[in-house]
């Protein structure tokens, strides 16, 4: 089995930066990608953004060119850079990981989550 452990997170006014980071611990060797997912206030969830063990990284479209994801594949972590946060980013990041990658609500693996809430 493998734990994933969350940190990061919290409050922030618009237009300000936040790190999410995740430790991965037990079987870790399975592991191919990690990355983020969110559900926002309203219950819709959002693949953030995964990395893969060979470097493939993919964003949603709402958050390119302001977030920015990096993975550790020989440590298995992953962090998430969150620059430029809007309101709209206020949501609860799930840390993330699988076997192969990460589609669009479906991991192998899942932290418990952390409160991102942006203020206007």
């Known amino acids: 089995q493998v734990q994933l452990v969350e940190s990061g997170g919290g409050s922030v006014q618009a237009g300000g930066s936040l790190r999410l980071s995740c430790v991965a611990s037990?079987?870790?060797?399975?592991?191919?990608?990690m990355g983020w997912y969110r559900q926002f206030p309203d219950n819709r969830r959002e693949l953030v953004a995964a990395?893969?063990?060979?470097?493939?990284?993919n964003y949603a479209d709402s958050v390119k060119g302001r977030f920015t994801i990096s993975m550790d594949t020989a440590k298995k972590t992953v962090a998430l850079q969150m620059n430029s946060l809007k309101p709209s980013d206020t949501a609860v990041y799930y840390c993330?990981?699988?076997?192969?990658?990460?589609?669009?609500?479906?991991?192998?693996?899942w932290g418990r989550g952390t409160q991102v809430t942006v203020s206007s």
């Open positions: 037990g079987s870790t060797r399975s592991i191919n990608a």
């Open positions: 993330a990981a699988d076997r192969i990658r990460l589609e669009a609500w479906a991991s192998d693996y």
């Open positions: 990395e893969t063990s060979s470097g493939s990284i």
